[in-house]
């Protein structure tokens, strides 16, 4: 299975990195090929809906790394989702490119794929995560994917409270079992 790992975190040694990385520790050793992409070092620029791409009938009229996610994007069987919580939702660099799925929305509907969500936040109460939880189900809703699990990290504000709690146990076990 291919997996395309779409990672919204700027800090390369935060939470959502580490979950993230025994995430795909699982899935590698269970078979899966990953292609990663760490939005946050990317230049995608804003959807702004003008329709030129016709939902995938022809190029979205920015060519940016968009480019290189699209026929990613297209052949995955499975799509990982990873962000810290920033105000209660996804960071800025993953809707970006979360709301450029609309350039080839008509081929995204046409495969269904299975998806993981993986999000962690420093707030220790849970409710946090409502944002996020909202956006990703009506996401899996719409397209239609298959919600194949869910990281909740909460109370984990660095690397070393994350060691501190079953999360990476958790991420690894999901990563394993997606095929």
Not at 14 to 32: D, P, Y
Not at 49 to 76: K, Q, S
Not at 101 to 112: E, Q, R, T, V
Not at 116 to 125: G, H
Request: proline share 5%; charged share 25%; net charge neutral.
């Amino acid at each position: 299975m291919k997996i395309m790992v779409l990672n919204g975190s700027p800090h390369k040694e935060g939470t959502t990195v580490h979950l993230l990385e025994r995430f795909i520790t699982g899935a590698k050793e269970a078979g899966n090929k990953i292609v990663r992409f760490d939005t946050a070092f990317l230049k995608v620029h804003p959807c702004m809906a003008c329709n030129h791409c016709g939902n995938g009938d022809r190029p979205c009229v920015f060519a940016d790394d968009m480019m290189r996610i699209y026929p990613e994007l297209e052949t995955a069987d499975g799509v990982v989702l990873a962000s810290p919580i920033y105000y209660f939702g996804l960071t800025a660099q993953l809707k970006s490119v979360i709301d450029r799925f609309y350039g080839i929305d008509k081929k995204l509907l046409a495969k269904p794929k299975k998806s993981v969500l993986i999000t962690c936040a420093a707030d220790p109460d849970r409710e946090v995560f409502r944002g996020i939880i909202g956006t990703y189900e009506r996401m899996l809703h719409y397209l239609p994917w298959e919600d194949c699990g869910r990281i909740l990290a909460a109370g984990c504000a660095d690397p070393e409270a994350l060691n501190r709690t079953k999360y990476l146990e958790e991420a690894y076990h999901i990563g394993e079992q997606l095929r």
